[in-house]
């Protein structure tokens, strides 16, 4: 997932790895990165917010095995939560869902994904380490990549 708005940072990106395990995956563990990723997109929205930048998130799933499931979740998010916190700043009661064929935008978070696939699973880093410093972040405080063990 990512953000790109007016500022010099450009492209603001978002990205949970889930380390898998005989508890945690497939739906469960794709549920998990979808709440992950909502909280902190929502959080960064409202940190821009309080710097009086007031934007509202809008999120787009690509067409998938999970994409109908993941408008069940955020729907169920912007209702209870997550456990990051609540989620105020969406533009829409619930995500889009697009082809990643039709869409650049989605085709670019492929790769991030891939890239954070990468980086995690087989310790490989060369995708990642171009875009790293565009994960939101806060001085040195990463915001917007985490890995998550089960």
């Given amino acids: 997932m990512f953000w790109a708005n007016s500022d010099n940072r450009g492209v603001v990106l978002f990205g949970v790895a889930i380390e898998k395990s005989s508890q945690c995956y497939g739906e469960p563990a794709v549920q998990i990165a979808v709440e992950e990723v909502c909280g902190r997109f929502n959080l960064f929205l409202a940190r821009r917010h309080k710097e009086n930048d007031t934007q509202r998130g809008l999120i787009v799933f690509a067409e998938g095995r999970f994409d109908q499931r993941a408008r069940t979740w955020v729907r169920t998010f912007r209702r209870s939560g997550t456990r990051i916190g609540s989620i ?63």
């Avoid at 064929?101 to 994904?113: F, T």
């Avoid at 990468?118 to 990549?145: A, C, M, W, Y």
């Fill in 88 to 150: 105020r700043n969406f533009a829409e009661d619930l995500p889009y869902s697009a082809s990643a064929n039709d869409s650049r935008m989605l085709q670019l978070a492929d790769y991030v994904a891939h890239a954070i696939f990468l980086k995690f699973e087989q310790n490989d880093d060369s995708l990642l380490r171009p875009i790293q410093d565009k994960f939101d972040h806060v001085g040195t405080r990463n915001h917007g990549l985490v890995l998550k063990r089960s």
